[in-house]
């Protein structure tokens, strides 16, 4: 049975900055691309970073890349994302996500999903 738990969510203050982080299990982790997807209030599911097998390649939303930083242990089965400088409009439930073969940024291209742990960030 596949399982992906995030953690490392909460409530911050604009300007700060927040890593959240998934571990999974029941998986291949290193056959899998990781991915990080956000929902905030009344908004749909948006893609926001992904990393490759081996961690050499990474894609970002233009919302985040400048700011962000997504990052892999496959020895440990856990990926990470690290957000700066965090703005309210950064507030939503992260997921992680994996899929196989290669990088994209459609959600319905990920096969297995977490269960979300939420983001809050204050002004």
């Known amino acids: 049975q596949v399982q992906l738990v995030e953690s490392g969510g909460g409530l911050v203050q604009a300007g700060d900055s927040l890593k959240v982080s998934c571990i999974a299990s029941g998986l291949t982790f290193n056959s899998y691309v990781m991915g990080w997807f956000r929902q905030g209030p009344g908004k749909e599911r948006e893609f926001v970073a992904a990393?490759?097998?081996?961690?050499?390649?990474?894609q970002y939303s233009d919302t985040v890349k400048d700011r962000s930083t997504i990052s892999r242990d496959n020895a440990k089965n856990t990926v990470h994302l690290q957000v700066n400088s965090l703005k309210p409009e950064d507030t939503a439930v992260y997921y992680c996500?994996?899929?196989?073969?290669?990088?994209?940024?459609?959600?319905?291209?990920?096969?297995?999903w977490g269960p979300g742990i939420q983001v809050t960030v204050s002004s």
């Open positions: 996500a994996a899929k196989l073969g290669y990088i994209q940024v459609l959600a319905e291209l990920y096969r297995y």
């Open positions: 990393v490759s097998l081996g961690g050499d390649n990474t």
